[in-house]
């Protein structure tokens, strides 16, 4: 066993580093194209992270307490489809670039899978990890991929209803992917704990 404060414990060969998925906003097995990547690794550990900064430098809030609640039932969900497979999803509060690198550094992880998402934090995130760590990436998130458009980026219409009129004509959503079979890394940790939503009077509903 490996021990390390903050850290679930695991269970894992010296000659078989283990690769990590790092679930974002992508709370699922099913079509997500970076758990089907995963797929070609036999020693994977699973972790989502909830940042902790709940506030912009503004002062407003980041997430309503709907989002929040919503949230915390996908990674229920989440933990219940790994459990199904017989992994054990990590999941911690904090600096999202933080504990994904104390979790490389710690486990000497080799690669890790993500989804790509498009947000000048989650940017910011992967240019933060160690630069020995392998990123693979993927896209699962838009209804059109972008590689399937009729028209390069320079070349798109301003504004919307021409240019999802040229799309629908030449473009079709892709088919979703499957549900993967991953080998779990196998872990001895406690059942997840959910973050409690910050509820504020600005984010109630009328």
């Known amino acids: 066993y490996v021990e390390r404060e903050g850290l679930n414990q695991y269970m894992y060969s010296p000659d078989r580093m283990p690769d990590l998925i790092l679930f974002r906003k992508d709370l699922r097995l099913h079509d997500n194209g970076a758990a089907c990547a995963a797929q070609s690794s036999d020693n994977v550990i699973p972790l ?83 630069n020995q760590t392998e990123v693979v990436t993927a896209r699962t998130q838009y209804l059109y991929d972008p590689d399937d458009a009729p028209f390069c980026i320079s070349q798109t219409k301003d504004t919307f209803t021409p240019f999802r009129k040229e799309l629908e004509k030449t473009c079709n959503p892709r088919t979703p992917l499957g549900t993967p079979q991953i080998s779990w890394a196998q872990l001895d940790a406690e059942p997840i704990k959910m973050p409690e939503a910050s509820f504020h009077p600005a984010d109630s509903m009328p």
């Open 48 to 130: 989502v992270v909830t940042p902790s900064k709940e506030k912009t430098r503004h002062g407003i809030s980041r997430q309503g307490p709907h989002y929040v609640n919503a949230r915390k039932e996908a990674i229920h969900s989440l933990s219940q489809e790994i459990e199904a497979q017989g992994g054990r999803l990590i999941h911690r509060v904090g600096n999202v670039s933080d504990i994904v690198s104390d979790v490389i550094n710690t486990y000497n992880v080799s690669k890790i899978f993500v989804s790509d998402e498009p947000g000048t934090e989650e940017e910011n995130q992967l240019l933060q990890l160690p």
